[in-house]
């Protein structure tokens, strides 16, 4: 198709799409004639992917950019290409390294070992979650494990789930997909839906 | 204590103190001299509350406004106040009215009156999910109840137990605090814990 109709189909301008080839998140048509270039349905799904990435996930081109690079590099493994996309998609909290930072990361750490989960040292959501003890001690919220344990079992059971919706042998372009998908948009699903849940369980209890 | 002590003891600057009193986010202290206010463990415990909000669950003062409003007067039901405090913090997504948006919207509607969920119309955690709907959509994720089962039964689960920790005759401040956290902190401990979750579900798949 020439990239009038990928404009089309993708809902994005002409010069969007140039834009996404010049930053490199989207690979060149192929040159049919000096003035033509030819794109797929694999410049299709890839627009697609960007465009929910930017939209939804707000990620900035700079991330979709790492993002792209281990897709197209077939020696990184699927589980060291998701680390990457969910390295890149952050949210990255800045670390202050004041002693209740300190603690409240030694505190993750140990939570991680603790269930025996396999996870990098550098994951950003380890800092994602030890910003969020932090707040929660200053407002007075001591945290045990009791307290984790049902936000422990619902996201390993949600995860668990989004892993196994990864078909065996699927191209690699699709799983990448699946899987940005499911950190990315299934978590404000679960986000979503979890608020709607307060307001039900709210309703059922206090109104 | 006076306004010194309230700084030391809340982590906050004496102007950062001053300009939530002028913002009516937190009661001027009594009054015992021309040159002093007199502060107590409410002023702290308010102050904690609104740092938490701005700074986690990164809430402008608009919106702090209108749920320090309502735990102020007396007359709004627990419930409702727990709605006014999701309503403000949203989050509130641009809602396009295009086809796509309107048929996700409408199965949204459709989800929450099948799950028997009481959930106001206006409530923003149906447009967030809308959004997300039209997003998977257009990535090519068909939305089906099967798919969204794990979800919604997770934030069910872990709503339940939210309210459940409300205890029973606590004062009205106490509870607006537990609610708020559940909603805006606890929501990231679930997002932190569903990202360390999928990356160990990842390596014990592919790692």
Known sequence: MQISELSDRSGLTVQTIKFYIREGL????????????????????????????????????AAIQRIVEAIEDERVSLHELFGTAQYAIGPHVAAPYDPHWRAARQDVDALVRELGWTVGDRSPARDLLAHTFVALRR?????????????????????????????????????????????????QVLTALHRLAQEDASARRFG
């Not at 079992?153 to 191209?171: L, N, Q, S």
């Open 26 to 61: 989207l690979p060149k048509g192929s040159v049919v004639s000096a003035t033509r270039a030819e794109y797929d349905h694999r410049h299709l799904e890839r627009l697609r992917l960007i465009s929910a990435l930017r939209e939804v996930g707000d990620l900035p081109v």
């Open 139 to 187: 407002l007075g919220f001591p945290i045990t494990l009791t307290d984790l344990r049902p936000y422990v079992k619902a996201a390993a059971e949600v995860a668990d789930h989004e892993i196994g919706r990864v078909a065996d042998g699927a191209p690699r372009a699709r799983t990448v997909h699946t899987l940005l998908v499911s950190t990315v948009l299934y978590e």
